[in-house]
């Protein structure tokens, strides 16, 4: 019994430090444009290195739900819907979603493997000792690298994966692509669009401030290490399916 | 200069250091000496403000720094530099960018200004001409050298050495002993962790022996070879063996 109380006083004391280096993000984000270049590097590797994964997941994604939906909608004799369902899916739910787990295991590794070791080897101490805070230095522009950097990938895997949907529907439910564009289109409503495209933007600030905190609390060796990184890349990616359910039963009852 | 009174550390329920009061004077070279895990680089840590002391006071040149925020330490720590343990050199980036760190994030000195300052420092380790080399491209004597160098680069008036020979050979162990009495001799104030007793001998000008997260003994290295405790004696055992076995040696 004692020993789930100790666990859980961690977890709160987990907690407590997370929320402390949010702040220290909001307090520090004036001084972003210092670490500007880090930013852009950061971009690079979270963004443009990550282009190929995503669009090859939202190709697969969009092909599946194709599939998967035309078979059942052609029992019914409405195979012309697809697209309605494929475009919503896509933008929706499936395209932030897909982006967002593939860039929780790519992102929150990296970023928990990284400072992890920088945490080992004492150059989170040093950069402290230097009058340097590891936050701004560090959590600040990975955190806007992957929010800026989220926003188009996950146009890609929507785009992607409507584009794929659309020629599996051609090819294997001989849609004609003007039907499936029509009924793409016309079930798109603006409030669709923005939920889609307002979901990546606390996706990526959660996954990449989660991962950078279990960076932070590395503690001990390589075993370590290893530790920390699984646990960032399952919480950062259970984290965008709870945000996704908050989005889709909150949000969009909201709007 | 420095100076911890009752200093008291827990982690959990683990007592780290016990009640330590520690006195450094200006310019000194003092070393803390003790077995692994003793407590020695939680002290240093406490004293550059990494870590803060469940209790007790920590005052560097008249302030005291327990319970300040890392905003209000800064000044204070501005006027230390440290050599860590495993030198904690950023791997990222190559010699002349690690010791021009500090120069580049807090001083208004131009890059002309600060590569001729990186220059200078680096002809004084002896490592003129490794500017561009990248960390994971050195020996460990020469990333010592290069931590050393940056702890150097903003003139500080104290430096802190975290077991600054641990794993080097005997060669490299003396160039570095070396080179901090040489950064001694510049007039800063030295704290040395170790728990090797030749290197503590050979540079130090008092030595404070930790055991168990509790200061043991001070004093100069006469006062703790004549020491009764008996801890004191298990821990100089090496010396009086050596002493011992040279005196052996020569009459043979």
Not at chain 1, 180 to 201: E, Q, R
Request: glycine residues 8%; contains cysteine; aromatic residues 8%.
């Amino acid at each position: 019994m004692s020993g789930i109380a100790h666990s859980f006083k961690l977890k709160i004391f987990g907690l407590q430090e997370y929320s402390l280096m949010l702040v220290e993000i909001f307090k520090g984000f004036p001084k972003f444009l210092r670490t500007w270049s880090d930013a852009v590097n950061e971009m690079y590797w979270i963004g443009a290195r990550a282009f190929l994964p995503v669009l090859l997941g939202g190709i697969f994604v969009g092909i599946i739900l194709a599939l998967e939906t035309g078979h059942q909608l052609d029992h019914f004799g409405a195979k012309t819907l697809v697209g309605r369902t494929v475009s919503l899916g896509m933008i929706r739910e499936l395209g932030p979603v897909i982006t967002g787990l593939l860039l929780a295991a790519r992102t929150g590794a990296k970023n928990a493997s990284e400072l992890g070791a920088m945490q080992i080897s004492e150059q989170i101490d040093a950069l402290r000792a230097f009058g340097t805070s590891p936050v701004i230095k560090l959590v600040i522009p990975r955190t806007v690298a992957a929010v800026v950097m989220f926003l188009p990938l996950t146009a890609i895997a929507d785009l992607s994966g409507i584009l794929s949907g659309m020629i599996v529907t051609k090819l294997s439910l001989n849609v004609d692509t003007s039907f499936f564009w029509h009924s793409a289109l016309s079930a798109l409503l603006m409030k669709d669009i923005f939920v889609g495209f307002i979901k990546p933007f606390f996706f990526a600030f959660f996954i990449s401030t989660i991962s950078c905190y279990y960076g932070f609390s590395t503690r001990g060796g390589t075993a370590a290490l290893g530790k920390t990184t699984i646990n960032a890349v399952v919480v950062s990616s259970l984290i965008v399916l709870v945000l996704d359910f908050i989005f889709t039963k909150v949000v969009w009852e909201l709007l | 200069m420095i100076e911890l009174s009752n200093v008291s550390l827990e982690f959990g329920d683990r007592p780290i250091l016990k009640d330590i009061s520690l006195s450094i004077n200006e310019g000194e070279i003092a070393i803390i000496l003790g077995p692994s895990g003793a407590g020695k680089s939680s002290i240093l840590k406490i004293i550059l403000g990494l870590w803060q002391p469940d209790s007790g006071k920590v005052t560097v040149d008249g302030i005291n720094i327990a319970g300040m925020s890392e905003v209000q330490i800064l000044p204070i720590r501005s006027k230390m530099g440290i050599v860590f343990q495993a030198n904690a050199l950023f791997d990222s980036l190559n010699v002349e960018d690690n010791v021009a760190y500090f120069l580049r994030e807090h001083s208004k000195l131009n890059s002309k200004d600060i590569r001729n300052k990186v220059s200078e420092i680096l002809s004084f380790v002896n490592l003129k001409g490794t500017e561009k080399i990248y960390i994971d491209q050195l020996s460990g004597g020469m990333k010592k050298r290069v931590a050393i160098a940056r702890a150097l680069s903003f003139d500080p008036e104290i430096i802190l050495y975290d077991e600054p020979t641990t794993g080097l050979d005997p060669i490299n162990s003396k160039s570095i002993l070396d080179l901090i009495k040489r950064v001694s001799n510049r007039g800063a104030t030295s704290v040395v962790v170790t728990h090797i007793l030749n290197d503590a001998i050979s540079i130090g000008d008092t030595l404070s022996v930790i055991n168990e997260g509790a200061v043991v003994q001070t004093g100069t290295v006469h006062d703790l070879l004549n020491s009764k405790n008996p801890f004191i004696k298990d821990f100089f055992y090496e010396v009086y063996q050596d002493a011992a076995l040279l005196k052996k040696t020569i009459s043979e």
